[in-house]
T-cell receptor, first 113, second 116 residues
């Protein structure tokens, strides 16, 4: 089945700096890659996603890139703000092996003032 | 607010007991997913229902079962509870459950289960 690895597990940046979180996946059949943000005591919230027919997608300060050949995708947050502090999860959806989302282990992002 | 509701928010019970967690999907969504989130296992997919029928199964224990009702709400039943079942249980919903474009999963706020 699909295996998703996520790095780093913790990331501390200064306010205004950029943050990058990277994920790799194993199943070449995966074709949908969402990113979720989870704040303390809340459920994961979708922040951006990308399909396998697109190499990059941007939404204001957030962007995601996908390299299908290398099987990795990344989340880029620019001009970080304290409210960006949360746990971020990447995920990969593969239609084979049961039609399910496999999540990475999460990255705790801390934006310091 | 994702539009997915879950009850109860917190649940404390003893080992060996049985509990039921409830989820109402977003209006119009036909598919419901259950996930378990524990500190050492991350977010693990348990099971998916689509329009009342089981569609996909993940790492769900035999002591756990789920169903989706005609009004599309879903229940996750956990029985013979063990200490290790303590976790956050999330429900998510999506329009079709097939991973096609626009078939995004939206998560509820979760139920925190504590087994003593």
């Amino acid at each position: 089945g699909e295996n998703v690895e996520q790095h780093p597990s913790t990331l501390s940046v200064q306010e205004g700096d950029s943050a990058v979180i990277k994920c790799t996946y194993s199943d070449s059949a995966s074709n949908y890659f969402p990113w979720y943000k989870q704040e303390l005591g809340k459920g994961p919230q979708l922040i951006i996603d990308i399909r396998s027919n697109v190499g990059e997608k941007k939404d204001q300060r957030i962007a995601v890139t996908l390299n299908k050949t290398a099987k990795h995708f990344s989340l880029h947050i620019t001009e970080t703000q304290p409210e960006d502090s949360a746990v971020y999860f990447c995920a990969a959806w593969a239609t084979g092996g049961g039609n399910k989302l496999t999540f990475g282990t999460g990255t705790q992002l801390k934006v310091e003032l | 607010d994702s539009g997915v509701t879950q009850t109860p928010k917190h649940l404390i019970t003893a080992t060996g007991q049985r509990v039921t967690l409830r989820c109402s999907p977003r209006s119009g969504d036909l598919s419901v997913y259950w996930y378990q989130q524990s500190l050492d296992q991350g977010l693990q997919f348990l099971i998916q229902y689509y329009n009342g029928e089981e569609r996909a199964k993940g790492n769900i224990l035999e002591r756990f079962s789920a169903q989706q009702f005609p009004d599309l709400h879903s229940e996750l039943n956990l029985s013979s509870l063990e200490l290790g079942d303590s976790a956050l249980y999330f429900c998510a919903s999506s329009p079709r459950g097939d991973g096609s474009p626009t078939d995004t999963q939206y998560f509820g706020p979760g139920t925190r289960l504590t087994v003593l």
